[in-house]
């Protein structure tokens, strides 16, 4: 079966850097997505690795390696409305069906 | 940049009826769109792939005659949940790519509320 795993809760202060892991095992791997919900809102894209390596864009970056199954995103200068949960998402078929982890709670302290 | 409305934000229904949710592409033409569904500090659930033209595929353990998906045009997917009960309660939101299914937009969601 299809399996993301990310830890359930995170804590930080302002200014921090976080780095939030994801490990999977999925039947098909086309790429890892990285999303950010607040709550009551809908996700929205941060970003995306399909090949090994690490992509930056702005205070966010996000890693993977494809020979461990791991990847991770990394936020830096942490501002308190990056409190939201965090999914990471596997895109396991070239259709673009993607499976999504349960879901990192990120909470930015003063 | 891409944008994906969805429609409407929230409703409250009576158990037994029917709701239609739909999810729009506004400034691109998406032949494949997604329905999840979301429990309160859950994950997305995929329920459906919806594609433009076909019958709409659905992941395992998805009533299919309970979850009716209708992808028309390149712009517009509908979901709708027939016979709703107060179990079928739950954050329902929609997606779509340009291209390359690398990034998903995602609609604003819908909260539905069966009494």
């Known amino acids: 079966g299809q399996s993301l795993e990310q830890p359930s809760e995170v804590t930080a202060v302002e200014g921090a850097i976080v780095q939030i892991n994801c490990t999977y095992q999925?039947?098909?791997?086309?790429?890892l997505s990285w999303y950010q919900q607040h709550d009551g809102g809908a996700p929205t894209f941060l970003s995306y690795?399909?090949?090994?390596g690490l992509e930056e864009t702005g205070r966010f970056s996000s890693f993977l390696s494809r020979s461990d199954s791991y990847g991770y995103l990394l936020l830096q200068e942490l501002q308190m409305k990056d409190s939201a949960s965090y999914f990471c998402?596997?895109?396991?078929?070239?259709?673009?069906?993607?499976?999504f982890g349960d879901g990192t709670t990120l909470t930015v302290k003063p | 940049g891409a944008v994906v409305s969805q429609h409407p934000s929230r409703v409250i229904c009576k158990s037994g009826t029917s709701v239609k949710i739909e999810c729009r592409s506004l400034?691109?033409?998406?032949?494949?769109m997604f329905w999840y569904r979301q429990f309160p500090k859950q994950s997305l659930m995929l329920m459906a792939t919806?594609?433009?033209?076909?019958?709409?595929?659905?992941e395992q353990g998805v009533e299919k005659d309970k979850f009716l998906i209708n992808h028309a045009s390149l712009t517009l997917s509908t979901l709708t949940v027939t016979s709703a009960h107060p179990e079928d309660s739950s954050f329902y939101i929609c997606?779509?790519?340009?291209?390359?299914?690398?990034?998903?937009?995602f609609g604003s969601g819908t909260q539905l509320s069966v009494l």
């Open positions: 998402a596997v895109r396991d078929t070239q259709a673009g069906k993607s499976t």
């Open positions: 999925t039947s098909g791997f086309y790429g």
């Open positions: 997606s779509a790519s340009r291209t390359g299914f690398e990034k998903l937009f």
């Open positions: 400034d691109f033409q998406a032949t494949t």
């Open positions: 919806s594609n433009e033209g076909s019958k709409a595929t659905y």
């Open positions: 690795n399909g090949l090994d």
